[in-house]
């Protein structure tokens, strides 16, 4: 997935609030891309789930794998979004179904970044750092990890 993909997919997706994680958004975080992704990690309003499914579909995309209330995966042959449906509380923060609770998002996680020299929405450094535990890292984690680390100071548990 390139970073063309990428805003074409968030432009098709306004007005809806959405925010890159993952990968795209550490890039986003560090304003360059790093690697390259096979995905993209999508967050969004589950309140504004109808309209963000609509307008994909827009763009030839189809879900493929359906694990909400966590998450759910939307293909178009050729790349792939992970959605992630948030729901918000009145003071900004949100939490996102997890298999043995919730994860939880702060209201200051919610931050901007660049892809391609355009701002896009995107989470925190402490948010990506957050999400990056609790399981075996693969090679692109831990080089995600050093970014975050080299450009932020961030202290991070790989």
């Known amino acids: 997935m390139d970073a063309r993909t990428v805003l074409r997919v968030l432009e098709t997706l306004a007005p809806a609030e959405v925010w890159l994680a993952g990968g795209w958004g550490i890039d986003a975080l560090l304003g360059r891309q790093t690697r390259e992704h096979r995905d993209l990690d999508l967050l969004h309003r589950r309140e ?52 043995d609770g919730t994860f939880p998002y702060p209201a200051d996680c919610f931050v901007t970044g660049q892809v391609g ?6 989470v925190s450094v402490a948010q990506q750092v957050f999400f990056h535990q609790g399981y075996a890292p693969q090679p692109h984690d831990l080089a995600d990890m050093r970014h975050l680390r080299e450009a932020f ?6």
């Open 48 to 99: 504004q789930e109808p309209t963000v499914l609509t307008a994909l579909a827009a763009l030839g995309y189809r879900e493929t794998l359906d694990l909400r209330p966590v998450r759910f995966v939307l293909s178009d042959g050729r790349t792939e979004l992970d959605l992630h449906p948030l729901v918000f509380a009145e003071d900004g923060s949100a939490v996102q179904a997890a298999p």
């Open 117 to 122: 020299g355009v701002e896009v929405p995107c």
């Open 153 to 158: 100071g961030a202290t991070t548990h790989f």
